[in-house]
T-cell receptor
Framework: GQNIDQPTEMTATEGAIVQINCTYQTSGFNGLFWYQQHAGEAPTFLSYNVLDGLEEKGRFSSFLSRSKGYSYLLLKELQMKDSASYLCVLPMDSSYKLIFGSGTRLLVRP | DVKVTQSSRYLVKRTGEKVFLECVQDMDHENMFWYRQDPGLGLRLIYFSYDVKMKEKGDIPEGYSVSREKKERFSLILESASTNQTSMYLC??????????????FGEGSWLTVV
């Protein structure tokens, strides 16, 4: 089976750096996604990791360690608009279905 | 630009009514999905389709059916709406992509209230 764990809530200050962790168990690894979801809106794609290491994309970076079943999303130079939920997502063994973590709600304070 | 469009953003329906939620994608994606999202429960898969006229049950198909007559369109049907189907419904689509895996793109969501 597959299982995803991430913290429920985090708070950080505008301009700071925050790391959102995700640990997972899966029988077959097919990559890991991070999505951002603002309240009342649909999730939007942030990153996809399939190999170990850090992928950087502007202010956002995502890290993966397959041997540890661990990923994190790093947000730098936090802005108020980064207040949102961040979802760690695993594709299932088939090509069709995704397993969503419950999400980490990030609150950015001035 | 990637586009998944859901026909209705906000709906209020009465118990027992038949409800149609329509979704159209313009990316020629093979896979389409319907999820519902509820506080504390995250996103739960209702049905998905990997080709025209093909469908498979997700985790919570009870009380729902789907239709995919054309590749770009995937409809969710509530045969007889009930109050426990009040939720936000998200349509999504995806296609295998070597660089980005099966990146899934979501519509804006449909907020359904059943009274």
């Amino acid at each position: 089976g597959q299982n995803i764990d991430q913290p429920t809530e985090m708070t950080a200050t505008e301009g700071a750096i925050v790391q959102i962790n995700c640990t997972y168990q899966t029988s077959g690894f097919n990559g890991l996604f991070w999505y951002q979801q603002h309240a009342g809106e649909a999730p939007t794609f942030l990153s996809y990791n399939v190999l170990d290491g850090l992928e950087e994309k502007g202010r956002f970076s995502s890290f993966l360690s397959r041997s540890k079943g661990y990923s994190y999303l790093l947000l730098k130079e936090l802005q108020m608009k980064d207040s949102a939920s961040y979802l760690c997502v695993l594709p299932m063994d088939s090509s069709y279905k995704l397993i969503f973590g419950s999400g980490t709600r990030l609150l950015v304070r001035p | 630009d990637v586009k998944v469009t859901q026909s209705s953003r906000y709906l209020v329906k009465r118990t027992g009514e038949k409800v149609f939620l329509e979704c159209v994608q313009d990316m020629d994606h093979e896979n389409m999905f319907w999820y519902r999202q509820d506080p504390g429960l995250g996103l739960r898969l209702i049905y998905f389709s990997y080709d025209v006229k093909m469908k498979e049950k997700g985790d919570i198909p009870e009380g729902y059916s789907v239709s995919r007559e054309k590749k770009e369109r995937f409809s969710l049907i509530l045969e007889s709406a009930s109050t426990n189907q009040t939720s936000m419904y998200l349509c999504a689509s995806s296609s295998p992509d070597g660089a980005s895996g099966n990146t899934i793109y979501f519509g804006e969501g449909s907020w359904l209230t059943v009274v």
